[in-house]
């Protein structure tokens, strides 16, 4: 999706991208075999041209950071296809303490293996864990998880490309928590945790902090449910944004978005 994308160039909207579309570019590189054809003015041609010539240099080198200044953050979910296999689900738990809320927890989950970074055991190597991934999924990220993220670790930058699932469902008309809208689309949690809310969070936490190793854990298996269970709706909403876009097929760009297993 991400080399069908044109939407990124100055002065580009999605209208004119359906009509590039429309005229048969339905990727960067086709677009530069016919663009001397293509029925648009040339101010619009002079405005596309360099940057798909950049963003080709730039996706072969991999350059994340690139895509993720360029592409609105609505629309970052159009370089799964391309940096999905440097992709991770990310939560937070907290202690529940508004203006002074502390992490509990934060949980990593990369599509193979779930990472869990507890405070007081080992939450100071998250930055350098973090740091190797070009592509963060969060439900409501962008305005909870990343920001507090950022005040534990100031020094970290945190600039992946990013997708707020909470955003981009409700675009599609999902509205509410993220369990609620697990429960819509038959996304069922395992029975120890099922029901549990953040406000049960918060109470293992302070439950472990007592002594209790089986709060830990259960706040662990908590935390699990969140991350894993993203895998699925980013799947279900890429395929819905992309099938809303009235992009035609395009046999090179195969979807690479990391599923969810069993762990």
């Known amino acids: 999706m991400l080399t069908s994308t044109f939407v990124h160039a100055q002065g580009i ?11 048969g570019a339905v990727t ?30 730039r996706l072969a080198q991999r350059d994340y950071r690139f895509f993720a200044r360029r592409l609105r953050p609505s629309d970052q979910w159009r370089a799964v296809s391309e940096f999905g296999s440097r992709l991770v689900y990310l939560d937070i738990e907290t202690t529940g303490c ?7 927890v934060i949980g990593v989950y990369d599509g193979e293996e779930m990472h869990s970074f507890v405070c007081g055991q080992n939450l100071e190597s998250f930055p350098e864990f973090i740091s190797q991934f070009e592509m963060l999924v969060t439900f409501a990220g962008t305005t909870f998880d990343l ?19 909470m955003c981009m469902l409700r675009r599609l008309g999902l509205k509410g928590g993220l369990k609620n809208i697990e429960r819509q689309l038959g996304i069922y949690r395992r029975p120890e945790v099922e029901g549990m809310t953040g406000f049960d969070a918060v109470r293992l936490w302070q439950e472990y902090r007592r002594g209790s190793t ?11 449910e969140d991350v894993v269970n993203m ?8 395929k819905l944004m992309r099938d809303g876009l009235g992009l035609p097929a395009v046999d090179e760009n195969q979807s690479q978005i990391v599923k969810a297993k069993t762990i």
């Not at 508004?98 to 509990?104: A, K, P, R």
């Not at 089986?214 to 699990?224: D, F, I, Q, V």
């Open 214 to 224: 089986e709060a830990l854990e259960l706040l662990l298996t908590y935390n699990k």
């Open 28 to 57: 960067w590189s086709r677009f530069l075999e016919i663009h001397p054809e293509i029925r648009l003015s040339e101010h619009k041609k002079s405005l596309i041209l360099p940057c798909i010539e950049e963003s080709i240099l």
């Open 147 to 165: 920001p507090l993220i950022k005040r534990v670790f100031p020094g970290l930058q945190l600039d992946q490309l990013h997708i707020d699932l």
């Open 13 to 23: 909207g999605y209208a004119t991208e359906r009509q590039i579309w429309e005229l």
């Open 231 to 238: 895998s699925y709706l980013l799947e279900y909403g890429c």
């Open 98 to 104: 508004g203006w002074d809320d502390q992490i509990t």
